[in-house]
């Protein structure tokens, strides 16, 4: 079973940043990254980044957020700028063969994010 440590999540301002980490203890697969989904919402695509680094980003996410991921420690991050309220979900970190076939983790909690105007 696969296990999963989401963090970074909290509240903060709009325009402000946070940061998102998500440790797997085992290998999920090539591609990881991230998803989230509001309250009344359907899920959404944030950003997914293949093993070699490239990376694929959903609308909302473009020109403000950034996802990097550590290989050797199997860690994706989520550096997310100029935060707007709509932001506001839970997300999920994700793994899949590839970006395209990428679903959350099974067993992750989530991560809250709470943007506030």
């Known amino acids: 079973q696969v296990q999963v440590e989401e963090s970074g999540g909290g509240t903060a301002q709009a325009g402000g940043s946070l940061r998102l980490s998500c440790t797997t203890r085992t290998f999920s697969g090539s591609a990881m990254g991230w998803f989230r989904q509001a309250p009344g919402k359907d899920r959404e695509f944030v950003a997914g980044?293949?093993?070699?680094?490239?990376?694929w980003y959903g609308d909302p996410a473009k020109g403000r957020f950034t996802i990097a991921r550590d290989n050797a420690k199997n860690t994706v991050y989520l550096q997310m700028n100029r935060l707007k309220p709509e932001d506001t979900a839970v997300y999920y970190c994700a793994a899949g063969d590839t970006i395209a076939t990428m679903t959350p983790i099974l067993g992750g909690q989530g991560t809250q994010v709470t943007v506030s105007s």
């Open positions: 980044i293949t093993l070699s680094g490239g990376t």
